[in-house]
């Protein structure tokens, strides 16, 4: 990305050509909208949620400056997002810098308008939180439709905002305040993000994350959305808390062990906590700087070595190993919970993913602090100490056991090169990049997924029945298990950290294929927690997939289609009922006045879609919309305008047209409003703070957008609710709507529409007209023809890539559903009632 950095900075030689310079810049922003994945890492829910790690990661490096202790996230009825932090403000003030297109500017503008002005005048200081891009707020400006900022700072309230990264209000002063802090909204552009929404638990999850690593920060994060939740983190015990929590309910052999140092001239902190649990797994989660290095590293490598040197010494001299059982490194780190975490000045990571810490520097550190602390723990608690390596010592004689199960196995020929499973459909081709194994749920669907395959590259494994738990199942019963042996046979690559080999790997690809109900959602997961325990390099390179086949087959006279999910659907329809469709305008007196047609109507429903959209998110804040059309301001200054404030007072709705009214009237009343939360309160007398419903009404900012631009289609606003009237003798007069059938032919028919609400509820219904919709339940419904057509072919399927996140949130889940946890699990059911139902577990 460093080609994109502009070259100024306070270094930058006098002589700089900056009207060269300035070009640079612009491409900059430019750049971003035109490479958003570069920045974002895509322009999907992960590239949303990237904005968010963006914003949060600035507010945590003010923390760990020293200057904040809150931070708060807010996810808006609309899918905008709120940030806000209680450190120093962004500073306000004119920005000095030797290049005159800068100089002078609010400071906050060039943070926020720059790209990468933090990173390259931010001098001394190094940033520690840096998300995995950490591309600089002002990426975030550029792929939002809108952002505001607000920045309390020296008694005053700041506020600027931005359309697309360019300055729409400049900085001005709109109000006092006895506090400093930060605040940033946005919304994400649509005309780059494909879907707008974000998800909480992902979210939460994350800030949860940065609460451990950031320990006596304060993080809460609110979801305003219909029956959102809400969370608040702070963990003053850091990384010791996390692993408490990731043992939580599990057996442990101890309480956790804590290593800390720092070098000499603190710019080096390496942190570790670990606990044993009686469990066969080994659950090591690093970070440097903040970043989950997913692939180990330096760090990771220092404590193994010393986990292991200083067990095995502790171990041998005091004579706890019996007879000829010698531990390894695995058998040392089975059932371990451990958390690394180090932060150092100049990182540098390796992969695709950065998720490797090359710094040579921090082995050493790593692995003499956990020597030190390590030993001095066993020598403290001995009774412990033998604990863990007694566990080791068994975990050594049941590797010794399944090595035996093995040898036998694979005498049989089960593990051998040869033996491929029977049920293995396999492919013709032996090219392991083009070739394709697909993972099916049921024998009924395995038969058509045989026929309708490709047989050059795709292969069919047909799995029967529930996969075995491997979470819970010790590496030797999981071979006796027959489905779990038949995956592995087929792949060839081998289990576990000693055996995988990814050169052996038959098939470029895995794809996971099971029915689109809960026990399919089941199947998956347990495959997923399978490759992910066993084979997760598979999962790192990206080769694991889910199949996604079709939620609907639609018929229409002789024609067959299918449509994958709702969304689709609609869109489905829309084309369809728009297919020799004319929109119909009329006057009062219901003379037709104008027709909409082609490419015109298609603009007008795209437009309607959208605004119906806003519609749900005024409705579901309780508020009718008809009624709030009807608060449209006829004041000079704002005329046509919607209020951007709501406050529920004595149970009756509040609104205001801006902020300033909204304070004054509020204050009136006693209420006061927090500027960190946003939230309104009242004090009452013994001074607790009681809360008073309020909100900022982001959507208004779309909703009077979109109205011009349905005026101009022909559909102003005013129609939205428009009821079809009756003349004085009772009969219906002509509505100033139609939809016109087969428009302009001798079978042209008028389909009446009283207002604009209702509009693409009627295209739908044409276009659903002579239409057969069945709700497909299993794979096993569909033929050989259909399931190739609509899942299996390159050309047409869409396949999800299984990514790190995922895999290991479905760990999680299993952990949860299948763990000794009766408490932990019956919350999650609860949590999660929708989608694990019927779960059998
Ligand atoms: C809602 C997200 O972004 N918080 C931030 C600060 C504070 C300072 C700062 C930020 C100035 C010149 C870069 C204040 N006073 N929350 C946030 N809080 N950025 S971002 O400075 C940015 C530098 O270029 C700040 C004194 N020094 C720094």
């Not at 359309?163 to 909204?185: A, C, F, H, P, Q």
């Not at 790997?505 to 109900?517: E, F, P, Q, S």
């Not at 919607?642 to 609104?655: A, G, K, M, W």
Request: proline content about 3%; charged content about 30%.
């Amino acid at each position: 990305m460093d080609d994109q950095t502009p070259a100024a900075g306070p270094d930058a030689a006098a002589a700089q050509d900056y009207s060269e310079d300035s070009i640079k810049v612009l491409e900059g922003l430019a750049h971003v909208r035109k490479r958003p994945a570069m920045y974002v890492g895509g322009t999907d829910m992960r590239g949303m949620h990237h904005l968010v790690w963006e914003v949060v990661d600035n507010a945590i490096d003010e923390a760990l400056a020293g200057h904040c202790d809150e931070i708060h996230v807010t996810v808006n009825a609309d899918e905008s997002v709120t940030v806000a932090d209680n450190g120093r403000g962004i500073p306000v003030g004119p920005f000095k810098h030797e290049n005159p297109r800068l100089n002078g500017r609010p400071t906050v503008e060039i943070v926020l308008a720059e790209l990468n002005a933090g990173g390259k005048f931010d001098s001394n200081s190094y940033k520690v939180s840096g998300g995995l891009h950490g591309v600089g707020v002002s990426c975030v400006n550029a792929l939002s439709e809108w952002l505001e900022v607000e920045v309390a700072r020296d008694g005053k309230v700041y506020a600027m905002s931005f359309e697309r990264g360019e300055v729409n209000e400049k900085l001005k002063v709109v109000g006092d305040s006895d506090v400093n802090g930060t605040k940033i909204s946005w919304r994400a552009d649509r005309d780059i993000f494909g879907d707008l929404s974000h998800a909480y638990d992902t979210i939460a999850g994350r800030l949860k994350e940065r609460a451990y690593l950031n320990p006596g920060v304060k993080i809460v994060v609110v979801d305003q959305r219909p029956d959102g939740k809400s969370d608040a983190f702070r963990f003053d015990d850091g990384i010791i808390e996390m692993v408490r929590d990731q043992t939580e309910g599990q057996a442990a052999l101890h309480e956790p062990i804590h290593v800390k140092t720092e070098s000499d001239d603190g710019a080096l902190v390496c942190e570790v906590a670990l606990r044993y649990v009686d469990s066969y797994n080994e659950v090591i989660t690093t970070f440097a700087n903040n970043i989950n290095t997913v692939d180990g590293g330096t760090h990771v490598t220092g404590f193994k070595t010393a986990l292991t040197r200083t067990l095995a010494t502790y171990a041998r001299n005091n004579n706890l190993l019996k007879g000829n059982s010698s531990p390894g490194g695995d058998d040392w780190r089975e059932g371990i919970v451990a958390v690394i975490s180090v932060k150092i000045p100049n990182p540098q990571f390796e992969g695709q993913t950065k998720g490797k810490l090359l710094n040579g520097e921090v082995e050493g550190m790593v692995s003499n602090a956990v020597t030190e602390s390590l030993g001095a723990w066993c020598e403290e608690h001995p009774t412990d100490a033998k604990r863990i390596c007694n566990k080791a010592i068994l975990a050594a004689q049941a590797r010794e056991a399944a090595r035996k199960a093995r040898e036998l196995t694979r005498r049989k020929g089960a593990l051998d090169s040869g033996g491929l499973p029977g049920k293995l459909a396999d492919c013709m081709s032996k090219e392991v990049d083009l070739s394709e194994l697909y993972l099916v749920e049921g024998d009924s669907a395995g038969g058509p997924a045989k026929q309708g395959r490709e047989r050059e590259y795709q292969a069919i494994l047909p799995l029967k029945g529930k996969i075995l738990n491997v979470e819970k199942a010790r590496i030797d019963k999981m071979l006796n298990h027959e489905e779990i042996r038949v995956i592995i046979q087929a792949l060839k690559c081998g289990i576990g950290s000693e055996e995988f080999d990814i050169e052996k790997l038959r098939y470029g690809r895995v794809i996971i294929m099971t029915d689109a109900d809960v026990d399919g959602s089941h199947i998956r997961t347990l495959l997923l927690t399978f490759f992910f325990r066993q084979m997760p390099e598979l999962i790192r390179q990206g080769r694991v997939f889910i199949a996604q086949p079709p939620l609907y087959q639609v018929k229409r006279g002789k024609k067959v289609e299918y449509v994958l999910n709702e969304t689709r659907m609609n869109h489905v329809l829309t084309g369809l009922g728009l297919d020799g469709t004319q929109l119909v305008l009329r006057d009062t007196d219901g003379n037709e006045i104008q027709r909409i047609a082609g490419d015109e109507i298609a603009a007008a429903i795209k437009l309607l879609d959208q605004l119906y959209e806003l519609v749900t998110i005024v409705q579901r804040r309780g508020i009718d919309f008809t009624d709030f059309l009807a608060m449209r301001s006829d004041d000079p200054e704002s005329r046509g305008r919607l209020p951007r404030y709501r406050v529920q007072l004595h149970e009756s709705d509040h609104f205001y047209w801006n902020e300033h009214d909204a304070l004054a009237d509020l204050k009136q009343h006693g209420i006061s409003i927090d500027p960190l939360t946003n939230e309104a309160y009242v004090l009452t007398s013994d001074n607790t703070k009681h809360p008073v419903p309020f909100a900022e009404l982001h959507e208004v900012k779309e909703l009077e957008k979109l109205f011009p631009q349905l005026a101009d289609a022909g559909l102003p606003i005013e129609d939205y609710a428009l009821v079809q009237e009756q003349s004085v003798s009772g009969e219906r007069l002509p509505t100033k709507y139609a939809i016109a059938v087969n428009a302009e032919s001798d079978s042209e028919k008028l389909v009446e529409v009283a207002n604009i609400a209702t509009i693409v509820n009627a295209v739908h219904d044409i276009g659903r007209h002579g239409m057969e919709i069945k709700r497909f339940k299993g794979l096993g419904e569909m033929n050989a023809d259909e399931l190739w057509e609509t899942t299996m072919d390159p050309q047409q399927r869409t396949l999800l890539k299984v990514t790190w996140d995922e895999a290991s949130e479905a760990e999680k889940l299993f952990s949860i559903l299948m763990g000794e946890n009766v408490e932990q699990r019956r919350k999650y059911i609860e949590e999660h009632a929708l989608e694990v139902k019927n779960l059998d577990v």
